[in-house]
């Protein structure tokens, strides 16, 4: 018996050995440290539309409206000539709203201050010759959070690739 129980003792002991070397032991782990996150890329900057003499005015007037819904300034001032002139028609007066570029580069951005959110949907558009006109619905949201809307008919003329003249009809109550 006692030699059963030096085999079974040897046994267990050879046993045990090979269960510990097959056993992997795991150590602690060690924290690794958290990798930086990567840069985020800056937005590239929206570029001017590639409009031209021969551009149709309705993709003149489209380009217009993107460069407005992006907000880029410098696209939207790129779709007007330098004589550029808005109207703003309502009732029986007629005013002037901007005239040339510079003027218009500057109501537009004052415009974009006081209602950051205002976009601009052409709802209908028509063409006559270089005559654009479009029925549109701006939209925006006032200072206390209310959505407002509205509908204007506006028309565009277009030369040479370039919004010359513009005239709102804003809607009277």
């Given at each position: 018996m006692?030699?059963?129980?030096?085999v079974v003792s040897m046994a267990l002991i050879i046993a045990g050995n090979v269960f510990a070397q097959l056993t992997p032991t795991t150590p602690t782990p060690t924290p690794l440290p958290k990798p930086a996150p990567a840069p985020i890329p800056a937005p590239k900057p929206a570029t001017a539309p590639a409009l031209t003499p021969s551009s149709s005015p309705e993709a003149v007037v489209r380009a217009?409206?993107?460069?407005?819904?992006?907000?880029?300034?410098?696209?939207?001032?790129?779709?007007v000539a330098e004589d550029f002139i808005w109207y703003s028609?309502?009732?029986?007066?007629?005013?002037?709203e901007a005239s040339g570029r510079e003027s218009f580069r500057m109501g537009?951005?004052?415009y974009f201050k006081a209602l950051p959110a205002a976009r601009s949907v052409a709802e209908t558009m028509t063409a006559s010759g270089p005559y654009v006109s479009v029925r549109e619905r701006?939209?925006?949201?006032?200072?206390?959070?209310?959505?407002?809307?509205?509908?204007?008919?506006?028309?565009?003329?277009?030369?040479?690739?370039?919004?010359?003249?513009v005239w709102y009809y804003p809607?009277?109550?």
């Open positions: 006692n030699l059963s129980r030096a217009y409206f993107e460069a407005f819904n992006r907000q880029d300034i410098d696209a939207l001032v790129a779709t028609i309502e009732n029986d007066k007629m005013s002037i537009v951005q004052d701006p939209s925006w949201t006032t200072r206390t959070g209310e959505k407002k809307s509205q509908v204007a008919i506006t028309v565009y003329e277009e030369r040479n690739g370039l919004i010359k003249r809607p009277t109550i």
